[in-house]
């Protein structure tokens, strides 16, 4: 039996561990990879002080630092199955079952999905695989390759591409169609896009964010957006065209662009081809909450958050008994505030197992997520405030209904 | 490659004819046009379709539900095998 355990082994668990282990817990952290990081393994940058962001580097520290603290760790283990069976959590593993009264689900965000015709190709990749091969795995995905969907991560990731020695011949929009929302309007990506401008040393996104503030200049500037496109750490971005097929022999050989208009549809006529050996889907992150739905937990659909979000306090519980919820499953944020989340899980998991004076701790803690939020130096969505006390309203009615109950 | 011949669900192979057909035939729900195409029932159990699955069933509802998941999470969410369902490691 554990005071404590964790499922997924990213900066929110680990944070969590390392927290719950200083106050005297004994926890167990469950992965279904075989290392510890999550997807801070993949995460190589440049921070706006100058100093590297090595993923790799400050996933072994915190596991470092959790192993030291004696929690305990069962990697390449999935977890298919969690119930709450006499006060107890039970979850469900390949090879055990394991118990436990506090259970924390840190399980990260998952990739969406843009079918484009032709990604079944041998040579089409999630963006997020190219950088898992980039940057951990040291392996160049290809020579030249296609980006399909143009958001924050994307321009991270070509970004980091580059620095590998690959070249990213475009960053372009999918084809509109019902599979596609957002990720294929001029627009909308426009907006998302203005706020990597303090990423970004180009003179022309740093411009958009000044000139595009208002709704009408978004629409005339995707209208007035150069048909050739621009460029973007000498990568061209591409928001007058889409890729309307990725097409191959027996891998990818490359795709077929065409010129669209502002409200994405495609001019006829204006198709061309671009030779590449390996094309990157980016249809952005989405909170990966399987298990919180299977253990019954209330959902609420938070488009800043990335998609539908289990329903948690700022403490970090769930509605359910012993059950909370750390990093990306509540919402897609950068590594550092998930680490922070996992921080205020850990204090709220030794406060339920009986640690006493922590409630200014937690406190503290809250204030320090807000914190790292504010000066994030990645923002998956510009609105993540609003979607965040949207979340906190939809607690507090929850809550004052079960009252009223 | 035609629209139309697009794979959406690559372990069950259903393309996007399929299940637009599908759709508009039986106007289902999106657990409907799971359970008659098979999309979302592979061997990654929706992993890599499902948000593409959910969007074409959604298309015709203006209003999407804010707080009831389309297509409903059922366990295991990872493959298990026989041997370990079984029970032979004890
Ligand atoms: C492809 C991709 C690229 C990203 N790139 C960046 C970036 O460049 N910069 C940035 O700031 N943020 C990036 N992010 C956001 C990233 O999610 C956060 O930075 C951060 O890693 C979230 O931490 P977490 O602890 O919540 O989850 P994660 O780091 O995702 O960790 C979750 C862990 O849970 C495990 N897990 C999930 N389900 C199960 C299960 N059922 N059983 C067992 N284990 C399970 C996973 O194996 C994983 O190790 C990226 C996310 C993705 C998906
Ligand atoms: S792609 Fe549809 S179930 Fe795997």
Redesign the pocket.
Known sequence: MHNGII?????????AAVTCAENGLDVIV????MR??????????EQPDGKW?N?IKESERLFQQAVDLGVQFRFG????NIEYLDDMWVIY?EKEVLQTSNLLL??????SPVPVPGWTLPGVM????A??MTNVHRVKPGERGVIIGINV?SA??AM?LQLAGVEVASLTLPRMSEVTDVEAHPKEVMDSLLHVSHMAPSPFVKLGSKFMKGDFMKKMGAAFYPKNGVKMWDIPIQLRKAVIEIYGENQVEGVTLATINSKGDVVPGTEENIAADFVCIAGG?YP?A??AAIAGCPFYLVEELGGYVPLHSEEMETTLDGLYV?????G????????A??HVAGLSIARNNGIRSLDYKIMDAIQHVKTTRDH???Q?HPQIQKGRSKIQDQWNTYQRNVQEV | MQKNNMIICRCEEVTYADLKKTKEKYNCTARELKLRTRAGMGYCGGRTCRSAVDKIASSLEKQKEKDIIPLKYQPP??PVSFADLGGEHK
Request: zero cysteines.
């Open positions: 499922i997924g082994a990213g900066p929110a668990g680990l944070t469950l992965d279904e990879y510890a990081g999550g997807r801070l393994l993949g995460q190589l940058y962001w993923g283990t999935a977890v298919s593993t840190a399980t990260g965000a998952a990739e999630s963006v997020g695989a950088q898992v991560l991270a990731i980091e992150l990966l399987e298990l750390a990093g990306n499953i509540t897609i944020e950068g590594a550092k505030v998930a680490a989340q996992g994030a130096y990645i998956f | 969410v990872r």
